[in-house]
Every structure is written in structure tokens, then in C-alpha cells.
T-cell receptor
Framework: EPEVTQTPSHQVTQMGQEVILRCVPI?????FYWYRQILGQKVEFLVS????????KSEIFDDQFSVERPDGSNFTLKIRSTKLEDSAMYFC??????????FGPGTRLTVT | AQTVTQSQPEMSVQEAETVTLSCTYD???????LFWYKQPPSRQMILVIR??????QNATENRFSVNFQKAAKSFSLKISDSQLGDTAMYFC??????????????FGKGTLLTVNP
């Protein structure tokens, strides 16, 4: 069964450094999402992406964040200058356009 | 804006028994979906069950069923014959739209369910 994959599974970085989190959505899917989950808290929407542009973004998704689909298969989330409060689990999700979003296993980002 | 509230941070149940997890939501939308997602210790988010707001019949998936009360904006999950593998965090989630929707999910804070042997 096709699945969403994410790399790396765990990323440790120093405050102020740039990180890129990578996702490979399911191949025939058209809509892509990033969510994050700070430890012990609820899952929060960051951004949705369709047709090579952002469809919707939350207030969390400020100028430090960007998304890209560089090659038709990968979907990346970049954080330009990480802060301690960016430490969280980041989930990628995709859908062909139906109601069900398929989630990846997540990348745990630790900012020290 | 939509909000989803799960008032039970933790619950436990004995294996083979039935447990009900509560969820309420607030929205001004007429068309929407409601979901229960399961997040086991592996952290992967897995869809358990969904309900379309326009459907009066409650959704059922094997041992999982929902009690959808649209007027009360309530959406509870019943797990029958609980199994050890049901131990997980359960999130209630809302998505506006209908007929295939690509909108964001809004999640509640989750209920940690522990199934005891």
C-alpha cells in the first residue's frame, strides 16, 4: 500500500540554524500539508499546498517557514532560523482531493 | 474559526470492555467532516473513522462506531471489545467542506486511552 514517507526521522539542530524537512507524498496525490505537534500538545496545521502554491497557512507559518515541491515528488518544509520553540514533531500529509489525509510517520525536530 | 474540544485527557478500560471517548466542536459551517485519528506510541497518525455532517446515520468501522449529534455538536467514539493494540492517543478532528475536501484538519487536544489486560 502506498504511504507517505518523511526524512529524517529525527533532526537535532542548534538555534539559529536552517533545517529542511523532507516528505515524499503518495504519488498520485495533489494536495499536501504540514502539521506540527509540540510534545504533549495537539496537532496544529501549518500550511497546505496545491498546484505549486500555498493554499492556506496558519499564523504559526511566518516568514521563517517556507515550503517547496522542487522535483514533482518531494515536498519540503524549510525553517530558516530555528528557535527553541520550533522543537516539535512535524507531520507531512497528502490527499488526492478527497476527505482522507494520509500522514507520514513524522520528523522529530529538536532545537538546542 | 472552528474549535474541537476533548474534555477527557486520559481514560482507561479493561481488555474486552467498551469505552466511549467524547468530543465536541464548534462551527458555523453547514458542510463538514468529522474524524477520529489514532496515534499509537509510534506517533503515526492513523484514520480510525469519519462522519459526513450531512449523513444522519452514525458511521461504523468494525469495533469502532460514533455517536454524531449534529444539533449538540457532539461526536463521540465508541470502541467495543477493546484490545491491547487500541492503546493510543485519540484525536478528534474537524474539516470543513463536502464532496471531497482539501481543507485543513483542526484537531482536539487528544485523549490518551490505555487498555489494561
Amino acid at each position: 500500500e502506498p504511504e507517505v514517507t518523511q526524512t529524517p526521522s529525527h533532526q537535532v539542530t542548534q538555534m539559529g540554524q536552517e533545517v529542511i524537512l523532507r516528505c515524499v507524498p503518495i504519488s498520485n496525490h495533489l494536495y499536501f500539508y504540514w502539521y506540527r505537534q509540540i510534545l504533549g500538545q495537539k496537532v496544529e496545521f501549518l500550511v497546505s499546498f496545491y498546484n505549486n502554491e500555498i493554499s492556506e497557512k496558519s499564523e504559526i507559518f511566518d516568514d521563517q517557514f517556507s515550503v517547496e515541491r522542487p522535483d514533482g515528488s518531494n515536498f519540503t518544509l524549510k525553517i530558516r532560523s530555528t528557535k527553541l520553540e520550533d522543537s516539535a514533531m512535524y507531520f507531512c500529509a497528502s490527499t488526492w482531493g478527497g476527505y482522507e489525509q494520509y500522514f507520514g510517520p513524522g520528523t522529530r525536530l529538536t532545537v538546542t | 474559526a472552528q474549535t474541537v474540544t476533548q474534555s477527557q485527557p486520559e481514560m482507561s478500560v479493561q481488555e474486552a470492555e467498551t469505552v466511549t471517548l467524547s468530543c465536541t466542536y464548534d462551527t458555523s459551517e453547514n458542510n463538514y467532516y468529522l474524524f477520529w485519528y489514532k496515534q499509537p506510541p509510534s506517533r503515526q497518525m492513523i484514520l480510525v473513522i469519519r462522519q459526513e455532517a450531512y449523513k444522519q446515520q452514525n458511521a461504523t468501522e468494525n469495533r469502532f462506531s460514533v455517536n454524531f449529534q449534529k444539533a449538540a455538536k457532539s461526536f463521540s467514539l465508541k470502541i467495543s471489545d477493546s484490545q491491547l493494540g487500541d492503546t493510543a492517543m485519540y484525536f478528534c478532528a474537524f474539516m470543513r467542506g463536502s464532496g471531497g475536501s482539501n481543507y485543513k484538519l483542526t484537531f482536539g487536544k487528544g485523549t490518551l486511552l490505555t487498555v489494561n489486560p
